[in-house]
């Protein structure tokens, strides 16, 4: 088969396509015929700086496409079905292979892009709102990095739930493009100070929560917009520098600051299940995945150079 590699940790110069080993059958898994792949900015973090896991590597989490061999333990999963998948890499190739519980039925006549981008990214989002922070209705939210793919699935997700929703993101024109999503403020961070517009916007009480997929110094602003009991989810580390926060600021008013990682929980029953229904809300019409560009898999390093140029709205999609 065909893959996007990289022998060496680096920009999106070290990838290169080349032909790499069909992947194996596992007896609990599944191999698909790659058909999207969803870049994850987890995937560009990993090229960067991440360990090489084979060498030389295959990157990504996430891709769809259609069943082409089934394990000999699974007995729910059957060749020919559509599926969206999750793994710790190897999505970047025109086959992989997965366990089949990190697989997710693709509904007839969804587009297998759109469903390529769902796993991670809606159920990311969904975690930071619902598990970790307890969102309800009534409530305020800042979405930081609100262009982003969990950024672009935490606006409606908040919004359908009848939370206020304000969103940074790099750009006026970029964060016109979310409003259609249910933004109601934005904020461009490259000309305003986050914390005190959101202030502003608040009556200076602050927001209830913060969705926070950027870390580094943007984590100590998000303690700082928060109001009285806020709470934080902290989500992966776009900015790829040190996160130091001043505790400090969190006791007086008894704000929280929480942790978010679906990888630690993929294989879960809650958190499988909450994926599929994810899915099956967006095929139905009820959510909106936004597919920013689409790639061919030959030009993954201009895939990634784009994503981290900042100008995409949503997902950068590859197709073999």
Avoid at 125 to 135: I, K, P, Q, T, Y
Avoid at 158 to 177: F, H, I
Avoid at 228 to 239: I, S
């Amino acid at each position: 088969m065909k893959a996007a590699v990289y022998y060496e940790n680096g920009g999106p110069e070290v990838l290169r396509y080349e032909d790499f080993p069909d992947p194996s059958l596992h007896p609990k898994g599944v191999i698909i015929k790659v058909e999207a792949i969803a870049i994850e900015g987890g995937d560009t973090l990993n090229r960067f700086r991440g360990p090489l896991m084979t060498n030389p590597h295959v990157v990504g989490y996430q891709a769809a496409g259609e069943i082409v061999a089934v394990g000999a333990e699974v007995s729910h999963l059957k060749v020919g079905q559509k599926v969206a998948t999750v793994n710790n890499w190897g999505s970047h190739a025109e086959l992989r292979s997965v366990p089949a519980r990190n697989c997710w039925i693709i509904p007839d006549g969804f587009d297998v892009k759109k469903a390529a981008a769902i796993p991670v990214t809606f159920g990311t989002a969904d975690d930071c709102l619902f598990e970790a922070s307890r969102l309800k209705a009534g409530e305020t939210v800042l979405v930081q990095a609100g262009a982003s793919g969990v950024g672009v699935a935490a606006i409606q997700l908040a919004k359908r739930a009848g939370a206020t929703v304000l969103a940074t993101a790099s750009s006026d024109e970029r964060l016109e493009r979310l409003k259609p999503l249910g933004l109601d403020h934005g904020i461009n961070y490259a000309r305003e100070d986050v914390v005190k517009e959101v202030m502003r916007l608040t009556d200076k009480k602050g927001v209830d929560v913060v969705v926070d997929s950027v870390g580094g110094p943007t984590l100590q602003g998000s303690i700082n917009a928060l109001a009285y009991r806020g709470r934080v989810a902290m989500v992966g580390a776009a900015g790829r520098e040190p996160m130091v926060v001043d505790v400090g600021t969190m006791m007086g008013g008894n704000r929280q600051l929480r942790g978010v990682f679906l990888g630690a929980e993929i294989m879960t029953d809650r958190v499988h299940d909450n994926v599929q229904r994810l899915i099956d809300e967006a095929a139905r019409g009820e959510l909106e995945v936004v597919i920013d560009k689409v790639f061919p898999l030959s030009d993954a390093a201009g895939a990634h150079a784009y994503i981290e140029s900042r100008a995409a709205v949503g997902r950068v999609v590859l197709v073999p």
